[in-house]
């Protein structure tokens, strides 16, 4: 089955304290991206990756790390996690933008909270 | 600043009419607009997408119309149905030839909870 998993689903975390979200694929797709959804303010993206070793920031990228050693991998990293990191966080992989199938497959979420 | 901006939060309609939910746009290099829904609980999933090249896709209940001289797009749900209900957001993406790397960005709304009565 095609899925994006991302792990852990919930994190109840402290200030400071670093952090790793996991986020795997198993499409064999070169695009991957990280989001955040907060209320009023819709999806916004993070940090996004084209291919292994490739990776750009995205609109709200400040406090968040990603890498991309393999394809089917891009976790995101949290430093320093702080409260206003608090967030449900989605990851989504698809082919290249521009290809005829530029649609993004999305992972179920994982809520964070920092307190 | 808000590039993509879906202005209603919230639509409410009745089991077979029409559901029309709207997303304006305010850069000009986006030539790629794609709308996604969400249930609670769940990650977005992929709904209908259109190039800037055209001015409506459809795939069977859904349709996107696209005015690019008003920046706006429009997602027609015909009929709605109560299944339907979930929040809607669409999504932007520069012009694959716009170079350097910002096409790989994709920008959302702020997202449309529709609500469909049975």
């Known amino acids: 089955e095609a899925q994006v998993t991302q792990n852990p689903r919930y994190l109840i975390t402290v200030t400071g304290k670093k952090l790793t979200v996991t986020c795997s694929q198993n499409?064999?797709?070169?695009?991957m991206s990280w989001y955040r959804q907060d209320p009023g303010l819709g999806l916004r993206q993070i940090y996004y990756s084209m291919n292994v070793e490739v990776t750009d920031k995205g609109d709200v990228p400040e406090g968040y790390k990603v890498s991309r050693k393999e394809k089917r991998n891009f976790p995101l990293i949290l430093e320093s996690p702080s409260p206003n990191q608090t967030s449900l966080y989605f990851c989504?992989?698809?082919?290249?933008?521009?290809?005829?199938?530029?649609?993004?497959?999305f992972g179920p979420g994982t809520r964070l909270t920092v307190t | 600043d808000q590039q993509v901006k879906q202005n209603s939060p919230s639509l409410s309609v009745q089991e077979g009419r029409i559901s029309i939910l709207n997303c304006d746009y305010t850069n000009s290099m986006f030539d790629y607009f794609l709308w996604y829904k969400k249930y609670p609980a769940e990650g977005p999933t992929f709904l209908i997408s259109i190039s800037s090249i055209k001015d409506k896709n459809e795939d069977g209940r859904f349709t996107v119309f696209l005015n690019k001289s008003a920046k706006h797009l429009s997602l027609h749900i015909v009929p709605s149905q109560p299944g339907d209900s979930a929040v809607y957001f669409c999504?932007?993406?520069?012009?694959?030839?716009?170079?350097?790397?910002?096409?790989?960005?994709?920008?959302f709304g702020q997202g449309t909870i529709l609500t469909v009565h049975p």
């Open positions: 989504a992989s698809s082919l290249l933008p521009g290809t005829k199938s530029y649609e993004q497959y």
């Open positions: 999504a932007a993406s520069p012009s694959f030839n716009a170079g350097g790397t910002s096409y790989g960005k994709l920008t």
């Open positions: 499409m064999n797709h070169e695009y």
